[in-house]
């Protein structure tokens, strides 16, 4: 079963910079070749749909929303099974709970699936 397992939220001022990671396990043992998968971050402010901040659309190339372009950095390590998202100059409205995903087929049903992380608070006082 793959799981996701998120660190590094917190509370920094505005200008501030964070780093979150996302570690994916049962990877290897449920047959997926990780550097194949999709992942990304999305964030939740209070009140608000989840929406999409960063991803990888193919096993190298990213996409980014136009509120995070410029400071928001989203990386893959396929050795180690992991994602991370580096911000910086942080604005109180980047506030949110921030989540992780990974997209992989299912070798046992043979669908697409999606798995999240437990998300990480982010807060940006100004």
């Known amino acids: 079963q793959v799981q996701l397992v998120e660190s590094g939220g917190g509370s920094v001022q505005a200008g501030g910079s964070l780093t979150l990671s996302c570690a994916a396990s049962g990877i290897t043992a449920s047959g997926i070749n990780f550097s194949n998968t999709g992942v990304g971050w999305y964030r939740q402010a209070p009140g608000q749909q989840r929406d999409l901040v960063a991803q990888f659309t193919t096993p190298s190339a990213t996409n980014y929303v136009d509120s995070v372009k410029g400071r928001f950095t989203i990386s893959r390590d396929n050795a180690k099974n992991t994602v991370s998202l580096q911000m910086s100059s942080l604005k109180p409205e980047d506030t949110a709970i921030y989540y992780c995903?990974?997209?992989?087929?299912?070798?046992?049903?043979?669908?697409?699936?999606?798995?999240w992380g437990q998300g990480s608070q982010v807060t940006v006082s100004s």
């Open positions: 995903y990974v997209d992989y087929w299912d070798t046992r049903t043979y669908q697409t699936r999606r798995t």
